[in-house]
């Protein structure tokens, strides 16, 4: 898990980089939540999807956004943030020009950026998105999510209300060919206290069941 420096937008982007020796791995890049709540890429949370994607064989990179740890810059109340990530995308394309997939991952703000990245980055073939904060940002942007992906949240979760996750879930789930599955993890509340291995698990068996489906829709 080496320490790599990246050039951002902004100066510098600290960030934690695993390769996977699989030729043509697919890629995941893992967005952190928000800066000003003490959020990093050392995050559990981060870090539990970071580990779930290294075990199903993807080169994985998490960073700091602007501002954190050894990520030179300020907080930009997102915009900054969504270019940090963009940046940290193209880094981690130029080091697996041959991947076989492209995904994003994102906790809480950082599923908000992670979501507009998708946004702008038509190669991301799929999304992992944990206790998106649907209260509390503008999800609009969604129209068409042109990705397929996870949604994860707490049902305990005293930040961000189901409601407000169901009703992003129900909106994108209206989209045609859009297939958004939604696991939500009984007991657990925004930081999935006590039940990370359960978040792991949840990402690994879907981005399992996503590379089965693509590999036997291309073996037709």
Same mark, same amino acid.
């Given at each position: 898990m080496p320490e790599? =420096? =990246?050039? &951002?937008? @902004?100066? !510098? $982007?600290? &960030? !934690? +980089? #695993?390769?996977?020796?699989q030729p043509n791995a697919p890629i995941a890049l893992l967005l952190h939540p928000h800066p000003q709540y003490g959020g990093t890429m050392n995050n559990k949370v981060v870090y539990?999807? +970071? #580990?779930? /994607?290294?075990?199903?064989?993807?080169?994985? $990179?998490? /960073?700091?956004?602007?501002?954190?740890?050894?990520? *030179? &810059?300020?907080? %930009?109340?997102?915009?900054?943030?969504?270019? @940090?990530?963009?940046?940290?995308? %193209?880094? $981690? *394309?130029?080091y697996n020009p041959n991947a076989s997939a492209c995904w994003i991952g994102g906790f809480s703000f950082g599923a908000w950026i992670g979501m507009q990245l998708l946004m702008r980055r038509p190669e991301i073939d799929g999304f992992v998105s944990v206790a998106p904060p649907a209260n509390m940002y503008d999800f609009s942007f969604l129209a068409p999510c042109p990705s397929s992906g996870l949604i994860v949240h707490g049902d305990q979760d005293p930040l961000v209300p189901i409601e407000a996750?169901?009703?992003?879930?129900?909106?994108?789930?209206? *989209?045609? %060919? =859009?297939?958004?599955? +939604?696991?939500?993890?009984?007991?657990?509340? #925004?930081f999935f206290q006590d039940h990370l291995e359960e978040l792991d698990e949840a =990402?690994? %068996? +879907?981005?399992?069941?996503?590379?089965r489906r693509r590999a036997a829709m291309a073996g037709r």
């Open positions: 790599i =420096i =990246i050039s &951002g937008p @902004d100066g !510098r $982007l600290e &960030g !934690r +980089y #695993h390769h996977s020796k539990t999807a +970071y #580990h779930a /994607f290294v075990q199903q064989g993807f080169a994985a $990179l998490r /960073f700091n956004f602007r501002g954190v740890g050894r990520s *030179q &810059g300020t907080f %930009d109340r997102g915009e900054g943030e969504l270019s @940090d990530a963009a940046s940290a995308l %193209d880094w $981690l *394309q130029g996750v169901q009703k992003l879930i129900d909106k994108l789930m209206h *989209q045609r %060919d =859009i297939k958004i599955e +939604y696991k939500l993890v009984k007991g657990a509340d #925004h =990402i690994q %068996d +879907y981005v399992s069941a996503h590379h």
